[in-house]
């Protein structure tokens, strides 16, 4: 009994201590997302999902003929739970073909991706003014776009959520922005 009184503090530190680093695996910052940060190379992808699936699209673009033009165009990297077989993130790199070539931008699928202030994909407009700093609002044919220059990411808003028709080219400012809209798409830049 009385080991057993010495081992259970050092099990619930071990524990505390685990559930603290798992959280890093999916956490959001400027040049990070997960554990792919701006240094992360795409020859580096397969040793960072070894538990999940790595989906490699490698673009046709450069076959230098007419049907080219009707081909991907980017080089694409899907990684997939291998658990649920949910998708979580989708990697362009700057530079097509090139196994050393930086990340150019991830976007998250996976709502356990979040920010340090709780920021991710299932967060409302209303969460996201709270604890960002909204940098530029541009408008699509569909969506609100806000650039969040502290995170050099992008979060899209679909014009749904604002009560604007699609394929209007009103402009939209943060305060038309409803509370409570929800996130479309969350991307980060490494650039």
Known sequence: ?????????FIIVALLFVQCNGNKSFEIAKGQVGNIHAETTIQELDA????DSLVKILSEGDLGN??????????LYFVYSKLDKKKLLEIEPVNQHDSVSK????????????TANGIGLHSTFQEINANCKINKVETTF???????DELNATIVIDKSELGIK??????????QIPDLAK????????D
Do not use: C, G, H, N
Request: charged share 25%; hydrophobic share 50%; glycine share 0%.
């Open 183 to 190: 996130i479309k798409y969350f991307t980060v830049w490494f």
């Open 1 to 9: 009994m009385f080991i057993l009184k010495k081992i259970i503090p």
């Open 142 to 148: 569909t969506s609100a776009i806000l650039f969040i």
């Open 48 to 51: 960072l999902f070894t538990s």
């Open 66 to 75: 007419e049907i080219s033009e009707y081909l991907v165009e980017d080089d």
């Open 103 to 114: 990340i150019k931008s991830i976007q998250i699928f996976d709502p356990r991706f979040k």
């Open 166 to 175: 699609d394929f209007s080219l009103q402009k939209v400012t943060l305060e």
